[in-house]
């Protein structure tokens, strides 16, 4: 448990860096320490190893003022990512990874044995072991810099915008990494970003702060886009919020419909027969991978024994995971579909239902409740 | 054409590679001298400037002394020495000294400086103290730099060490010296050759060196941590 009793940072020409920061981060979890720039997170991380000391309060790690314990022996204990990486030009991807253990005194084998553990870990190949930094890809380098912190098992991770230099995409991937290593390792982790959007996904619990270094509101994702305590909190989650709220809801709930559904072989006149006023036919092969939408028009035009499969049908857009995705997947693949209506596939992406607009309306409504 | 013929024929006669006055035993005394001075100017610049560079203490004073040393001219000093120490071989070391200084005093600093700041930060983050910061972080990274420093130096080493012969302790400069007393311009030359000769070896030298000092990761000219 890190505890942050009025922790203060005043710089001598004025800033006040961080005001007054009262604070618990639990052990185990992630907590974000989320915010626009200049509002005081790097400062408030920094002050947990010491590499900034706070002039006013205390920060407290498991009961413990960080200033009784040796600075350097206090960092080696910590995890320490920093944007872009930081990794040290010089050394290959190996004996990047194996600094902190080589500071504590491990000898170089069992260290580099370590890193090539660590290298797995955290998806690089051991091919990619003597490489230097420079041949490595910005993704590639955060992944050694995630290694590099996790090398001597220490139980606190800081991250400070460690993902922030690189494409979304990447950066996807290795939030989804992030998630995946924390189920496993149990760290406790305070991350710094100013993606509100990252704090959600990877948060257990998010500080939000505010400029002049203050705490705006401190609270589980699901409170804090569900009741933003004030304006400015507000306007900073995004007035999409109601939106992204929706992440935290399971698809799963959602009803589906199997009765607009259909093989590629059905014979337009019977489906046309079937839809019962339904504007559109999902058609489907044997396996019931999907194929594109049918309107309602275009059956009634086309002679009744036509095979569904040789019509020009309308492009079905993207699907939703039923059993995995949320229901902000759901109204995404919704909107981005032609015919206003969302195709849900199981795992192996095959078609388990469509999901009609009051459907989907009703389900939104009572998340809203 | 004459004049090659004639150095030819000096580099030829077999009396020019044997004895107290031959080739061999001047280019020794030469390569001595040099490496000697080369190797003083580097335990004193090269600790001086990592400890300037990675305190950040002292830079201005470092570069405006270098600066100032520069300046100064390489035969009065040494004139200025034998005056105060008499002759021999200190004032030549002292002189050479003052020269090879400066170029590996500023690039040391300068090396240890241009490591990225957010390297050091990762660095002093990880829990390295300040020592280990400088051997394992800043030193490393500078290295290219300081050979720079040292190559320019000891470029200038070589060349200078001619001055060696004005205070009677041999080294090629003798060629040139007795060249010029006895008007022999065959031997000047012969003597300037093979001080051009010496340097581009001492050139070649530091090619050498920096494939086996220079971690990988910092050549192909990839800067510093990018
Ligand atoms: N060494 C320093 N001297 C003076 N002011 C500083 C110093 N370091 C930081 N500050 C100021 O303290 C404030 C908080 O900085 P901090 O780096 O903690 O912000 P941040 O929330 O991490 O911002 P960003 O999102 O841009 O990284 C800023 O106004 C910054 O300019
Ligand atoms: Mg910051």
Redesign the pocket.
């Known amino acids: 448990m890190i505890t942050f009793e009025g922790a203060a940072?005043l710089?001598p020409?004025g800033?006040v860096?961080?005001d007054a920061l009262d604070l618990t981060v639990e052990t185990g979890q992630t907590t974000v320490f989320v915010?626009?720039?200049?509002?005081?997170?790097?400062?408030?991380l920094r002050m947990i190893n010491r590499m900034v000391e706070p002039t006013g309060g205390a920060v407290l790690i498991d009961g413990q003022d960080v200033r009784l314990r040796d600075p350097a022996a206090l960092r080696r204990s910590i995890g320490y990512v920093i944007q872009q990486a930081g990794l040290f030009p010089h050394r290959t991807v190996r004996d990047n990874i194996a600094t902190v253990p080589l500071l504590l005194g491990w000898g170089r084998a069992r260290a580099r044995a370590r890193a090539a553990e660590l290298m797995e870990l955290v998806g690089l190949e051991p091919s990619q072991a003597r490489r230097y930094p420079h041949q490595l890809s910005g993704g590639q380098q955060q992944r050694v810099g995630v290694a590099r912190a996790l090398a001597a098992d220490p139980p606190i991770l800081l991250m400070d915008?460690p993902f922030s230099a690189v494409d979304p995409v990447v950066r996807a991937s290795l939030q989804d990494e992030l998630l995946r290593l924390q189920e496993e390792l149990h760290k406790t982790v305070v991350f710094?970003t100013?993606d509100i959007d990252e704090a959600v996904r990877l948060g257990d619990r998010i500080a939000v702060?505010r400029p002049g270094?203050r705490l705006a509101q401190y609270d589980s994702p699901e409170r804090l886009l569900a009741a933003p305590r004030d304006a400015f909190v507000e306007s900073f989650v995004g007035y999409d919020r109601g939106v992204r709220r929706l992440s935290f809801f399971p698809a799963r709930e959602l009803s589906l419909r199997e009765d607009v559904v259909f093989g590629d072989d059905t014979a337009a006149g019977a489906a046309a027969a079937s839809m019962r006023g339904e504007p559109w036919a999902l058609v489907v092969t044997g396996d019931h991978v999907p194929l594109g939408w049918a309107g309602a028009g275009q059956l009634a035009r086309v002679p009744a024994d036509t095979a569904l499969g040789s019509l020009d049908l309308a492009p079905y857009g993207h699907t939703f995971a039923v059993d995995t995705d949320s229901l902000r997947a759901a109204l995404d693949a919704a909107v981005l579909s032609p015919a206003g209506r969302a195709v849900g596939v199981d795992a192996a992406g095959r078609v388990v239902g469509v999901v009609s607009q009051e459907d989907l309306g009703t389900a939104l409504w009572s998340v809203t409740e | 054409m004459d004049i090659l013929i004639e150095l030819f024929a000096w580099f030829a006669d077999p009396a020019r590679w044997t004895g107290g006055g031959g080739v061999p035993a001047r280019m020794g005394e030469h390569v001595y001298y040099s490496l000697l001075g080369l190797l003083l100017s580097a335990v004193v610049a090269v600790p001086l400037g990592l400890f300037t560079g990675h305190t950040g203490r002292g830079g201005f004073l470092t570069t405006s002394l270098a600066n100032f040393a520069r300046a100064l001219p390489t035969i009065g000093v040494l004139f200025l020495i034998v005056l105060a120490a008499g002759i021999g071989l200190v004032p030549v070391l002292c002189a050479l000294v003052a020269l090879a200084v400066p170029p590996i005093l500023v690039n040391t600093h300068e090396g240890v400086r241009g490591v990225e700041p957010r390297l050091r930060d990762a660095a002093f983050g990880m829990g390295m103290r300040g020592h280990q910061v400088l051997l394992r972080l800043e030193l490393p990274v500078a290295v290219p730099l300081i050979l720079i420093g040292m190559r320019t130096a000891a470029v200038q080493v070589v060349a200078t060490a001619t001055i060696a012969a004005y205070v009677g302790v041999g080294g090629l400069g003798r060629y040139i010296v007795d060249g010029q007393a006895r008007q022999d311009l065959t031997m000047m030359l012969g003597g300037s050759v093979l001080v051009v000769l010496l340097a581009v070896l001492t050139t070649l030298l530091f090619a050498g060196l920096r494939r086996l000092l220079v971690a990988p990761g910092l050549r192909t000219g990839a800067v510093a941590g990018r």
């Open positions: 940072k710089y020409d800033t860096a961080v915010g626009p720039s200049g509002s005081g997170k790097t400062t408030s915008e710094v100013h702060f270094g």
